[in-house]
């Protein structure tokens, strides 16, 4: 059995008996991490700043975006955040092409379809943004609501959440978060779901695990 399939039962597993799952996009359906770090290194250079590797990028991403640009060394006098950001995200998507659905979790997509649990996105990614890349990855079957934020800064996406609980009509107690980051465990909470964190995207395993027990790994 690969580590992707030995995955996929283990998310199965902890998520048995819920109604609704909604799921965090980037990092935890999408394997964008390097090409995260890529765009990241890109605007760093740009900027006279130092690079940054995979791995110290997971131990230091963190949410509101903006203060990680902060503690990069990026100067908002020099350029507004705002401008950072959709530069960031224009590069993401010219490349949107070469950036793959983790292949174990469509899988775990398709399962739950069958067994007729609602699945949701929700994700800090500008609306047009995440509407055209589930167009792109023919994903919207899936999913009953795809709920990204108004804006291209990354921001805070607990209300939304909020938004997309009321719509669904199910439970709190019946509903459960997916996602990579510490943000996610924090929407949870904001929205009295249980969280499952899944190390294999934008944050460490450590980080994940400092704060939450249920955190899976692909090991």
């Not at 107690?173 to 190390?199: K, N, P, S, W």
């Amino acid at each position: 059995m690969t580590n992707e399939s030995h995955l996929i039962e283990k998310i199965l597993l902890e998520i048995s008996g819920k109604k609704h799952v909604i799921w965090d996009w980037n990092g935890t359906l999408l394997e964008d991490v390097e090409h995260t770090v890529n765009i990241n290194n890109q605007l760093l250079s740009e900027h006279g700043l130092p690079p940054i590797s995979r791995s110290s990028y997971q131990d230091r991403f963190s949410f509101p975006v903006r203060n990680y640009y902060e503690e990069l060394g990026f100067d908002f006098q020099r350029e507004p955040f705002e401008n950072l950001t959709h530069r960031f995200v224009d590069l993401f998507l010219k490349e949107l092409h070469n950036l793959p659905v983790k292949p174990h979790m469509r899988q775990a997509l398709s399962h739950l379809q069958r067994a007729g649990v609602q699945q949701s996105v929700l994700s800090a990614a500008d609306q047009e943004s995440l509407d055209r890349m589930m167009l792109h990855y023919e994903l919207q079957p899936y999913f009953t609501f795809v709920f990204g934020i108004n804006n291209r800064q990354a921001g805070s996406k607990i209300g939304r959440g909020l938004e997309l609980m009321a719509l669904s009509e199910i439970d709190a107690a019946d509903t459960i978060m997916i996602g990579d980051t510490l943000h996610d465990l924090e929407v949870a909470e904001a929205l009295g779901v249980e969280a499952l964190l899944i190390a294999d995207g934008h944050q460490s395993a450590q980080r994940l695990l400092a704060s939450h027990s249920r955190v899976l790994t692909l090991l």
